[in-house]
């Protein structure tokens, strides 16, 4: 386990890598918006759909227990990648369904007026607008943590904000523009003390370091497979048993119920009361088998080399004039949302893309966190650990070639 990965070979994992676009080498550096899909997953997902696929829980047949044995198994692969229980960890179509039950079935029958709801600049639409909702129909009002100049949460201020009225605290493990890590264990300590429950996005978290629930002590953590290796439309909510079991379902239908009745239904037990109707058995089956795949690498050996890019990317990118970094907390993860003087960010992202190089432009969802900055949009390189030092070097001479037609 403590030899060194051989990212050569894993980066061979990667077919669509691979490829080229516009006559050039693709070079991907998005995978805070997607990441790439390594073979193992393309293969578990070709796999199900050959041997496997029939619906889950309900056929006594043979293939009916293995795709419901296959689906199972992924929900407790996942669940020992963040070190839970899997009979605390609901199967959702991502962050945003994640979030959403957590807003519809946690916060909306307990908040009331004069309560708040406690969020950091830095989140992601998903971490702001089921608030918003939620605060419409209860009552509640919404109260924003703010961020020092580097994009860190402002710390002292946050005790502040963490005044009796707040009952919820909504909060981003890793910022997807800024690339900051907050301290969530430090945070969900200080919340606890003052009974705050805590939700957790760590949709760019999971990815790219280990990740341990307990350990955080939140009450509930979010993540969204396709950013995991996985295929879209999948992820999940982990919640504390408690919890989970308190909540009333937030989607009904099948799968769902113990018995139903029009006088009154009967639920499941939870995951399962959370999972009404056919969930994308095909998609988890690859979520899987990319948490295996993942384990399989080591989420510290991916974490120290993701750094040790971003280190590089960083020092690289020192050479381009006019260069401004938003987002420079200490320790941070491989985002690097980044501006130019004299270019606008869809101008650059256009060129780079000519080039071949895949950067993400724009508020990234966003909008509160760049106004905060003062800007509009920012281009964004987010590295993974399939990415290369070529790659990064291939960054670095396409924004000097096209800010030489921008500026
Ligand atoms: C991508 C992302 C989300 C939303 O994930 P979906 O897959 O679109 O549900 C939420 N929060 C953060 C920080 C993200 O990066």
Known sequence: MSTTPDWTTIRQDFPLLERQVHGKPLVYLDSANTSQKPAPVIA?????????????????????????????GARKTLARLIHARADELVLTSGTTFAINLVAY?????????????LLSRMEHHA???????????SGATIRVAELTPEGALDLDALWQAMTPEVKLLGLAHVSNVLGTINPVA?????????????????????????????????????????????????????????????????????????EVRFEGSTFNDAPHK?????????????????????????????????????????????????????GTAPGKAAIISFLIEGTHAHDLATLLDLEGIAVRSGQHCAH????????????????????????????????????????
Request: glycine share 10%.
């Open 44 to 72: 578990a997902v070709d796999d199900f759909y050959r041997q496997h696929n029939a619906n889950v829980s309900r056929a006594v047949h043979q293939l009916g227990s293995e795709a419901t044995a296959l689906y199972e």
């Open 105 to 117: 079935s946690w916060a909306l029958p307990r908040l009331k007026p004069g309560d708040v709801i």
């Open 127 to 137: 971490n702001i607008v089921p608030w918003q909702l939620i605060a419409e129909r």
């Open 186 to 258: 430090d945070i969900c300590r200080e919340a606890k003390k003052r009974g705050i429950t805590t939700v957790i996005d760590g949709s760019q978290a999971v990815p790219h370091m280990p990740v341990d629930v307990a350990a955080i002590g939140c009450d509930f953590y979010a993540a969204t497979g396709h950013k995991l290796c996985g295929p879209t439309g999948t992820g999940f909510l982990w919640g504390r048993r408690e919890h989970l079991a308190a909540m009333p379902p937030f989607i009904g239908g099948g799968e769902m119920i113990r």
């Open 274 to 326: 959370f999972e009404a109707g056919t969930p994308n058995i095909a998609g988890f089956v690859g979520l899987g088998a990319a948490a295996d795949y993942l384990q399989g690498i080591g989420m510290s050996a991916i974490q120290a080399r993701e750094a040790e890019l971003l280190t590089y990317a960083t020092e690289a990118m020192q050479s381009i004039d006019g260069l401004r970094v938003i």
């Open 368 to 407: 509160p966190l760049l106004q905060a900055f003062g800007i509009t949009a920012t281009c964004r390189a987010s590295l993974a650990f399939y990415n290369t030092h070529a790659e990064i070097d291939a960054l670095v001479a396409a924004i000097h070639k096209v800010r030489k037609l921008l500026v």
